[in-house]
Every structure is written in structure tokens, then in C-alpha cells.
Nanobody, 124 residues
């Protein structure tokens, strides 16, 4: 299995930027599709972006399209989520996750391994 260690959460003002990192150990991320999800207080966990196993294709939720960019650094066995022009509605716990089946699902229940979910807080 793969262990996922996240970093980069914190507090920023609206309009600012953060970059989340998700570093894998145990197995190369080349084996898996990787998803980013978030969960705000009182809401269900929602899809943010999917990175294909090859890293060549990404799919973004409409709520973050044009503002967030996901990428892979295969040499570092790490995926990133660059978040620009952050809004207060982006405030959530953010999770990276691995889908062993590489199903391409946007549903968090299809993912098997999860990061610890650091908090991202965007103030007005």
C-alpha cells in the first residue's frame, strides 16, 4: 500500500495562494490515479481534481477550474495542488487520495488511501 503525507495547509487571505503537497511512500505514484478532495464544515466530502495515472490528464471540479492546478513530480513521488485566487468558500480540509483501481472516479468512496487532510482556511 501507499502512505500519503500532506503539507502546505494554513491560513491565507482571499485572493492569495497556497500549494499543497502530497508525498507518497511505499510505492510509486506512477501506479495510481490520484484525486484531491475537500470537506468543509457541515458538508460532504467533494471532488476537487483527478490526476490520471500517467499524469497527462487532469479533471477539475467546476468550483475550482481556472484557479487550481494539479500536477505530478514523478521523480519526487509527489503530487501538488496549486491553489490561486483563493476564496473563503475554499475553506476546508483538503485530502489527497489514491485509487488503486484507477477507475477515474470522482467519488471519494472509490479511493483507497488517504492523506491526513490538513486545514486550509481563507479569510476575508
Amino acid at each position: 500500500q501507499v502512505q500519503l503525507a500532506e503539507s502546505g495547509g494554513g491560513l491565507v487571505q482571499a485572493g492569495g495562494s497556497l500549494r499543497l503537497s502530497c508525498a507518497a511512500s511505499g510505492r510509486t505514484l506512477l501506479t495510481y490515479a490520484v484525486g484531491w478532495f475537500r470537506q468543509a464544515p457541515g458538508k460532504e466530502r467533494e471532488f476537487v481534481v483527478l490526476i490520471s495515472r500517467s499524469g497527462g490528464t487532469t479533471y477539475y471540479a467546476d468550483s475550482v477550474k481556472g484557479r487550481f492546478t494539479a500536477s505530478r513530480d514523478n521523480a519526487k513521488n509527489t503530487v501538488y495542488l496549486q491553489m490561486n485566487n483563493l476564496k473563503p468558500d475554499d475553506t476546508a480540509v483538503y485530502y489527497c487520495a489514491v485509487d488503486r483501481k484507477n477507475s477515474g472516479s470522482y467519488d471519494y468512496t472509490d479511493y483507497d488511501y488517504w492523506g491526513q487532510g490538513p486545514q486550509v482556511t481563507v479569510s476575508s
